[in-house]
Each structure stands twice: as C-alpha cells, then as structure tokens.
C-alpha cells in the first residue's frame, strides 16, 4: 500500500486514496463485503459466529460438497451464497476484501488471483506451505500495493500486546531466552472436521504436521518481539508421538532459535495433554509468564517476588481480526511489515519453519543464510 494517503472527510464521508489508484470511501456504518475463500478451515466458524455489523459475507467460494452443505444447514446459509470459483465470485457478489480459509498450499493462488484486482487478502496462519509460496505471495502484494494479514489468534491477546509493551519500556532488562508452548491433544482428539483433518495432515497441503500448524505461533510473536531480528541459525527435532494416528507428518516438533545473546524456544506439539497458547520471556531483570489472553505473572529477581500481572486493554482492530480488515479497507489503517499480521514478518516466518523442516530432515542446525 502506498505511504502517500490522502485523507479528506467531507460531508460524513471519509474519502481515502490507496490500494495504488484506487479510490476507496467509508462512511459512518460502512459495513465491509467480505468475500470467504474456502469452508475446509474450522477457524472460518470465527466469522459466522461473530456479529457481523461492520462485515457482510457476500459470497463464499467452495467446492467441497460436504463442507457447502454443513455449513448451510449449520448457519442457515442461501444457495445465493455460494460461488465455485474466484471469477464469479468476483463478477456477481464485488467483495471488497477477501479471507481465506482454505488450504495452506492454496493460500498462493488466493493472491495470485485477487492482488492483481487490488483486492486486500487476509489469510489464516501460516503465510504459506513452502517459503517460496510466501515469497510469491509478497512479491504479489508489493507489485499490487494490495494489503496482505496474516491472521493468528494470539495476535488478538491482551497479553502479546502486554509482554511488547513490558519489553519496550525495560521491564525485564535485556532480553535472553523467549519460550513459546504451542498445540493441544490433537487434531483428531479434539474432534476436528474431516474437511480439516484431510489436509491438515497432509505435508504437502499443510507443509508439516505440528511443525507448521502450531511452530508458527512462536515464530509470529517472537519476530515481532525483537523487532524483525532473524536467528542465525535454526535447530529441530520433529517426531511422530502417535504414527498409526498421523503417519503422515510430525506430530510433535522442537524449534531452537538461536541469535548471538539470546535464544527462542518452540514447542509445537499434538500431544499436550491440554489447549495451551502460552509464553515465557526472560530477561536480565524478570521474567513474565503469559498463561493464556488474559492471565499472566510477573517475577522480579531483585525482590524474588512472582505476583499476577494484568494486561492492559486493547483496541477492538487488535482483538478482532474481521475489524482489523475493516479498518484497513475502509479507513485506510495501515499494517506494518514487522507487525504481527505483517507480510514481512510471517515472510521471515515462513523461512524459519521451512529451515526447521530442513533441519529436522538433515538432522543438524541450519544457517539462516543456506537458504
């Protein structure tokens, strides 16, 4: 997106130039015609569970059979709705932005066909399968000036946006190891779709098992904690804990990260015996605990006291990632490329879990720059 916005409001209306030449106007009550890619995702419930008085869908795009007819019975969903392909989406319900929920290896061509309509795109974590799908992806958005977010649940945390603000101001002094605990029992234990499970599973149209699917959660916010640092090299170990369930892809996976005085750690795991989100940063000063959204405790080595930390509030953009596409669209909010839901931070992201797949496979460290 270019930098150089004009901004004029006139007469209620707020008219912003953006999104290359195109002209975009807002109005108090703008609601935004979101268009849907895919129902194979589960995380698309998130859209149709939400009020949506900011967001119309008005059109989704899916061939599955089975998914098409859940979802019009589950949310009472018109025949109207529904669209098999980008193009007549595209001619008969002009959405102003597009969220995919589709499979990861298909997040590409989601780009491919809707930066070059300057259509902004937001996709479901990660990036993409391969780094060079991302690259791609990038390059597109550059070339279009179209936005590209990348969306993940930790990004709408109280507590992520808590431990950047704590780090900002020196709270824990410098900071030495960053520890993210990321999964849950399993896909299938915890009842999944078999419209999920399908391709989740599959380490083509996943790009991994555990490794992908949850490794990016740490990868996302330890980035953006150190403000686009990248490691200097990358160390995993991926297992399969349960083959007879998943044979096909790792189902338990250990990222190291290492920079030159501090270290991230990743643990991507189908096993926990729980849902956990959860992160430990260490500093020279303290250390802080991020149970979950919400909950969080603050140790202080001076005083060898742990005491329970409460975040601050955050935006509604910020916790709601429908309303942050919103705001982009329609009133021309800008995201940066380090930022959370940036394309140049989940770029970086998308070469951390392909060097740890490389790494796991080679059974040695790999060197940020052997690819």
């Not at 989704?60 to 089975?66: A, G, L, M, Q, R």
């Not at 992806?137 to 990004?155: C, F, I, K």
């Not at 640092?229 to 349960?242: D, F, L, S």
């Amino acid at each position: 997106m270019r930098k150089n916005k004009l901004l004029a409001l006139i007469g209620g209306w707020l008219t912003i130039f953006s999104f290359g030449s195109k002209e975009i106007q807002a109005q108090e009550g703008a609601v935004l015609r979101l268009g849907v890619i895919g129902l194979v995702h589960d995380h698309v419930h998130w859209v149709f569970n939400r009020e949506n008085r900011d967001i119309q869908v008005v059109g989704i795009v899916e061939t599955n059979p089975k998914a098409v007819v859940k979802y019009k019975e589950r949310y009472g969903l018109p025949d109207s709705l529904f669209f098999e392909s980008y193009e007549a989406l595209m001619l008969k319900a002009k959405p102003e932005a597009v969220s995919a929920f589709n499979e990861t290896n298909e997040h590409l061509e989601v780009v491919e066909y809707f930066a070059p309509m300057g259509i902004p795109i937001m996709v479901e974590k990660p990036m993409a399968s391969t780094f060079k799908d991302a690259q791609r992806m990038v390059e597109l958005a550059d070339l279009y000036q179209v936005p590209l977010l990348v969306n993940y649940e930790t990004s709408w945390y109280e507590s992520t946006y808590e431990v950047e603000r704590i780090l900002r101001k020196g709270g824990l002094g410098g900071v030495t190891k960053l520890v993210f605990n990321t999964g849950h029992m399993g896909p299938k234990e915890i009842g999944c779709s078999p419209e999920f499970l399908e391709w989740l599973t599959d380490s083509i149209r996943n790009g991994a098992g555990a490794l992908t699917d949850f490794g990016c959660y740490g990868a996302n916010i330890a980035t953006w904690l150190l403000e686009g640092e990248v490691p200097i090299r990358v160390t995993a170990v991926a297992k399969q804990v349960k083959p007879m369930v998943y044979p096909n892809v790792d189902d338990d996976t250990t990222i190291l990260l290492e920079y030159e005085n501090k270290q991230v750690v990743i643990q991507a795991s189908w096993n926990w015996p729980f849902h956990r989100k959860d992160m430990e940063v260490y500093g020279t000063k303290g250390t802080v605990y991020a149970l979950n959204a919400r909950k969080m405790n603050w140790l202080d080595y001076d005083s060898g006291e742990s005491r329970v930390h409460i975040p601050e509030e955050i935006a509604q953009h910020e916790k709601d990632p429908f309303r942050m596409l919103f705001e982009v669209v329609h009133q021309g909010r800008m995201v940066k490329e380090e930022s959370l839901y940036g394309k140049g931070n989940n770029l970086k992201v998308s070469k951390i879990l392909e060097l740890a797949k490389i790494s796991s496979a080679l059974g040695r460290s790999v060197e940020w720059d052997e690819l």
